[in-house]
T-cell receptor, first 114, second 119 residues
Framework: DTGVSQNPRHKITKRGQNVTFRCDPI?????LYWYRQTLGQGPEFLTY????????KSRLLSDRFSAERPKGSFSTLEIQRTEQGDSAMYLC????????????FGPGTRLLVL | AQKVTQAQTEISVVEKEDVTLDCVYE???????LFWYKQPPSGELVFLIR??????QNEISGRYSWNFQKSTSSFNFTITASQVVDSAVYFC????????????????FGQGTILTVHP
């Protein structure tokens, strides 16, 4: 049983560039979450997918951010025109359907915007 | 709005000492879930325990134990006989019941407690 995987693990980019991250959830998990974690803080919720439908977005998700989950499998998170304030760890989590299921996290993608 | 407070920013102990990590939460929901996650230096969040709001039984798992007290809105975590491998950042988190309304079970995390266990 493989866990949640994320790629790339690290990304360094210049301000103004676009970046895309990928998350592959645990295979039978139909619920998927993205979080952002800045240094010294706990993760903060960004967005939620149930199968392919994006059902909730945080106010943290500005217009420069877009997330997709085509076919309800893997998910991508794209940041356009990156800013230095976007530097953070981007975490993906997945869980089974049902009320009490636990979210399992991937290793994260650490983004540094220069 | 939900809120989780971990007042201890950093704790330093010597191996074999017991250590308790505090967590206080706020929510208006009557049904909710509480979690503890461990984040080692590698960065991946590792699930430790889940507790629902109707189950106030304390739990013990090896050297780990958890004390849930609804009356004080606390969900504290104790490591007995700490080891160097316990060094990590520990997060307490809260989610609403994902079963109703527009709640989809997103987690609200505390700021984390950095635990350092010295040999």
């Amino acid at each position: 049983d493989t866990g949640v995987s994320q790629n790339p693990r690290h990304k360094i980019t210049k301000r103004g560039q676009n970046v895309t991250f990928r998350c592959d959830p645990i295979s039978e998990h139909n619920r998927l979450y993205w979080y952002r974690q800045t240094l010294g803080q706990g993760p903060e919720f960004l967005t939620y997918f149930q199968n392919e439908a994006q059902l909730e977005k945080s106010r943290l998700l500005s217009d420069r951010f877009s997330a997709e989950r085509p076919k309800g499998s893997f998910s991508t998170l794209e940041i356009q025109r990156t800013e230095q304030g976007d530097s953070a760890m981007y975490l993906c989590a997945s869980r089974l359907a049902g009320g009490q299921e636990t979210q399992y996290f991937g290793p994260g993608t650490r983004l540094l915007v220069l | 709005a939900q809120k989780v407070t971990q007042a201890q920013t950093e704790i330093s102990v010597v191996e074999k000492e017991d250590v308790t990590l505090d967590c206080v939460y706020e929510t208006r929901d009557t049904t909710y879930y509480l979690f503890w996650y461990k984040q080692p230096p590698s960065g991946e969040l590792v699930f430790l325990i889940r507790r629902n709001s109707f189950d106030e039984q304390n739990e013990i798992s090896g050297r780990y134990s958890w004390n849930f007290q609804k009356s004080t809105s606390s969900f504290n975590f104790t490591i007995t006989a700490s080891q160097v491998v316990d060094s990590a950042v520990y997060f307490c988190a809260l989610s609403e019941s994902p079963g109703g309304g527009t709640s989809y079970g997103k987690l609200t995390f505390g700021q984390g407690t950095i635990l350092t266990v010295h040999p």
